[in-house]
């Protein structure tokens, strides 16, 4: 599964993509724990991501299905 990255995610990671090896009955959550397992700088930041599958917002008991790219965003601030 191809893992997207944007703002303080990518320049943690130094990288906007990478590739993750998740089965198909895994859940966001699981998704997550393998990205943080494969990329531990990412991992404080983990936790208030908002994740998506394509256009779609999801939750962490989620499926991903045969979804092939999750996106994580990271959390927004401004005044």
């Known amino acids: 599964m191809r893992i997207e990255l944007y703002g303080v995610l ?3 990671a130094d990288t906007s993509a ?3 090896a998740v089965p198909v009955d ?3 959550a699981d ?11 990412l991992t404080p930041h983990l936790e208030r ?3 998506a599958i394509g256009d779609r ?3 962490s008991t989620d499926s991903v299905g045969n979804a092939s790219e999750l996106v994580l965003l ?3 601030s401004g005044g």
């Open 10 to 12: 990518s320049e943690v």
């Open 18 to 20: 990478f590739d993750v």
């Open 26 to 28: 895994a859940t966001v």
């Open 31 to 41: 998704v997550l724990a393998t990205v943080g397992a494969e990329r531990p700088e």
């Open 49 to 51: 991501v908002a994740v």
């Open 57 to 59: 917002l999801v939750h």
């Open 74 to 76: 990271p959390p927004v």
